[in-house]
């Protein structure tokens, strides 16, 4: 009786450290590997590795963190996001975000992108590269601190290099110079100048209209050729005038998924209202930090 009493306790001594020995052997895994644990699909790790490879090769020529303030800067930026934006993890997850809109490969989507974050353009075209999508991208070349914000090397400049470098299967369809009211209206007249020349030695088409709701139809045409191609979703990356729009309900917009939302006046929508208004989804990054806590993303990992 004695030694059973005897058995019986270090048999619980043992199980119970064998359970706790699997509980640090998970923790560990997951801080040390992290980042691993994202993946599910072979589209995701061909996302990362691609998004990987462009951001060390554009910061092998040009840093990918601009200065905290500069001509072209139109807003305040934290650093911190601008850095978790550039994490490989990012592509990832748009390719899951893609899925969870419903886009196949082959499909053609509509991105709208402003300068504020270099790495969610890297990572929106590698994601697009690793589903075989047809990316239309709209740039805006106004950027928040520590963005895309050295005026020589902006959000075009960027697109560009990644386009010429074999990194980007296809070049802008059109650039604006973002900032106030799309027409960078707080900037010198001596940056818009600079600005405008940069943008038309590139030959791009230039969206320069500073009324919001024609702006919105101009881009609409552009994504759309016109009604000549489908548009399966809509990536909106950072707070540009045209994709925002100009009502407070726009700051109420979670990112991730988007299908419904409270609809501002006509007068006062951005690009993403009337995506959704078609029935398009809408892919909405802007809340890095929410975005990567709950994806699980390492936050401003260097």
């Known amino acids: 009786m004695k030694t059973g009493k005897v058995t019986s306790k270090k048999d619980r001594v043992i199980l119970i450290a064998g359970f706790i020995s699997v509980i640090l ?17 072979a589209e995701e790790h061909r996302a990362f590795d691609l998004m990987k490879s462009a951001v060390e090769t554009v910061s092998a020529h040009h840093p990918l963190i601009g200065p905290e303030i500069s001509d072209i800067t139109t807003s305040i930026g934290d650093p911190a996001a601008k850095r978790t934006s550039l994490h490989p ?16 490969p082959g499909d053609t989507i509509a991105v709208g992108c402003s300068g504020s974050f270099p790495g969610l353009l890297i ?3 590698s994601a697009a590269h690793a589903m075989d999508l047809v990316p239309r991208i709209i740039i805006s070349i106004g950027a928040s601190s520590y963005g895309a914000s050295d005026p020589d090397f902006t959000i075009l400049d960027l697109h560009l290099f990644l386009y010429r470098e074999g990194l980007a299967d296809y070049p802008p ?5 973002g900032g106030d009211m799309d027409i960078a209206a707080d900037m010198e007249e001596e940056t818009r100048e600079k600005l405008i020349t940069k943008i038309e030695a590139t030959g791009i088409t230039y969206i320069n209209e500073k009324d919001l709701t024609i702006n919105r139809q101009l881009r ?3 994504y759309s050729e016109g009604n000549q191609i489908e ?17 407070n309900l726009s700051l109420l917009l979670k990112p991730g998924v988007i299908r419904k939302a409270k609809m501002p006046p006509p007068q006062s929508r951005g690009v993403i209202h009337d995506m959704i208004e078609k029935n398009i989804p809408v892919i909405h990054l802007l809340y890095i930090k929410g975005l990567a806590s709950r994806h699980n993303i390492p936050w401003d990992s260097r």
């Not at 052997?25 to 699909?41: M, R, W």
């Not at 993890?89 to 196949?104: C, K, P, T």
């Not at 369809?173 to 110079?177: C, E, Q």
Request: proline share 0%; no cysteine.
């Open 220 to 222: 609409d045409s552009i």
């Open 89 to 104: 993890a990012m592509a990832a997850l748009i390719v899951r975000l893609l899925h969870n809109a419903g886009v196949q």
């Open 231 to 247: 548009i399966k979703a809509f990536i909106n990356s950072g707070g540009g005038f045209a994709n925002m729009g100009t009502s």
């Open 25 to 41: 052997l998970t923790a560990a895994l997951l801080l040390t590997k992290k980042e691993n644990t994202f993946f599910f699909t």
């Open 173 to 177: 369809v059109a650039v604006s110079l």
């Open 123 to 125: 990572a929106t075209i």
